[in-house]
């Protein structure tokens, strides 16, 4: 039988565990007769765990997803102070200089789409929801100049973004030989 105990951020969306009450967990594991992995679980909300720092609390910032002032105040409510665009798988995908600065998102056979949100719109809604801006640039693409070219896009409109990553996930893209 193992014996563990950690912190999850996963836990503050329990009941009484509110932002700046992380739960801390014990319990333990054990292979049952079928050799399933069974576990038990006790979860004290009354003891706090570690600080977590401010910065792990975030969203993407998806460009299919609605970035009016009510999600904004929403946004602030939940503790989140990172946005990540354009979030998410659609990062390997985008491009975000087409169709003047609308952005297009490209499906492997060459079609694409339009996004509802664009650039302009993410860094309107990070001043609105007093988010920093993460922002990833594409790796499928790869080209360093189009990257370039996008950061300083955010500092002429006074947004500069100090949180870059390039591409997302790409041990799971296709398009990596990783």
């Given at each position: 039988m193992k014996s563990w105990s950690a912190v999850s951020l996963?836990?503050?969306?329990i009941p009484g565990a509110g932002w700046g009450q992380e739960a801390v967990i014990e319990g333990s594991e054990s292979h049952g007769p079928s050799g399933t992995l069974s576990a038990n679980i006790t979860i004290d909300v009354s003891t706090r765990g570690p600080a977590i720092a401010p910065g792990l609390f975030g969203q993407n910032g998806a460009v299919w997803m609605s970035m009016n002032?009510?999600?904004a105040g929403l946004t602030n409510e939940s503790g989140a102070t990172i946005l990540r665009w354009p979030g998410g798988e659609t990062t390997d995908y985008y491009d975000w200089e087409a169709?003047?600065?609308q952005g297009r998102v490209y499906r492997d056979d060459g079609t694409y789409w339009s996004p509802i949100y664009d650039t302009d719109t993410f860094i309107d809604?990070?001043?609105?929801?007093?988010?920093?801006?993460m922002v990833s640039?594409?790796?499928?693409?790869?080209?360093p100049?189009?990257?370039?070219r996008w950061a300083q896009y955010f500092v002429n409109k006074s947004l500069p973004v100090r949180l870059w990553q390039v591409g997302n996930e790409p041990v799971f893209d296709k398009h990596w030989n990783v």
């Open positions: 996963a836990l503050l969306m002032h009510t999600i169709d003047g600065g809604f990070c001043r609105k929801s007093s988010c920093t801006p640039a594409n790796a499928v693409i790869a080209d100049q189009k990257a370039a």
